[in-house]
């Protein structure tokens, strides 16, 4: 599942600027202050890029089955509260470390990145970045890391699909389903059931975003 914030939208009485105001640069985030409890919008400290470091400026986040699991404190990792969810997004890359080579500023990119995802902005290795082909929308890239990153995980990492095997999928109709029939059939040439085709014919990727912008 995934949804779509726009943080210019937000209204301003959930801003509450408790983190040291007038200290440097601040941008705005969805903290989780307190586990079961909604979030809440506040402005946080920038602080600055290490030498494999990338600042983005966040447009989407996608929103996963994780980002709900972790807020509730049921997810295998606990951050230590307060925390910002989220952990894929698009944007536009601000800043770049000392060491980085694989983007450089104003690129439009897609990451993964440690529950910090759901905020104006957000930095990450550049590992977990790449680079957005021109035909493709920011708001389309930014549901691909978590759901393709997993099929390509299980697929070809785990499972070693070869070329003419068929994969099951027990589940084809939301984000991660889709996109396991998308790397089985059209990356690895594996066999998908028929049955499965014509679900992923019926529906759309399920994924909701989050839109910062
Ligand atoms: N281990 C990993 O690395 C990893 C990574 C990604 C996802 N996941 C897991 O994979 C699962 C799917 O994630 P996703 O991002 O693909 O979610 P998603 O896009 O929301 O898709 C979930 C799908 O399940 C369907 N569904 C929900 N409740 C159902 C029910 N009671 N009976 C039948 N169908 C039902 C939904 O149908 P509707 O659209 O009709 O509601 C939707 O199509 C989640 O459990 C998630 O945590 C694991």
Redesign the pocket.
């Known amino acids: 599942?995934?949804a779509r914030l726009c943080a210019r939208h937000l209204p301003p009485v959930w801003l509450c600027r408790r983190a040291a105001q007038g200290q440097g640069r601040h941008y705005r985030a969805a903290l989780c202050a307190e586990l079961k409890h909604p979030l809440i919008t506040e402005e946080v400290a920038s602080r600055p890029v290490g030498p494999q470091e990338v600042r983005v400026d966040v447009h989407f986040c996608g929103i996963?089955?994780?980002d709900i699991l972790v807020c509730r404190g049921q997810y295998q990792e606990k951050p230590p509260l307060p925390f910002i969810p989220g952990i894929e997004f698009s944007g536009a890359v601000l800043e770049t470390g000392t060491d980085v080579s694989t983007v450089k500023k104003g690129d439009r990119v897609i990451g993964v990145s440690n529950f910090n995802a759901m905020a104006e902005e957000c930095i990450t290795d550049q590992k977990t970045l790449w680079r957005i082909p021109e035909n493709v929308s920011l708001q389309d890239a930014a549901v691909l890391p978590?759901?393709y990153g997993?099929a390509i995980?299980a697929l070809e990492h785990r499972a070693r699909a070869q070329p003419g095997e068929t994969v099951l999928v027990t589940?084809a109709?939301?984000?991660?389903?889709l996109a396991v029939i998308d790397v089985a059939t059209n990356v690895l040439r594996a066999k998908i059931n028929d049955a499965f085709h014509h679900v992923m014919q019926r529906?759309s990727?399920?994924?909701v975003l989050l839109s910062l912008k």
């Open positions: 599942m995934a996963n089955f994780a978590v759901s997993t995980l589940a109709a939301g984000a991660t389903g529906k990727t399920g994924k």
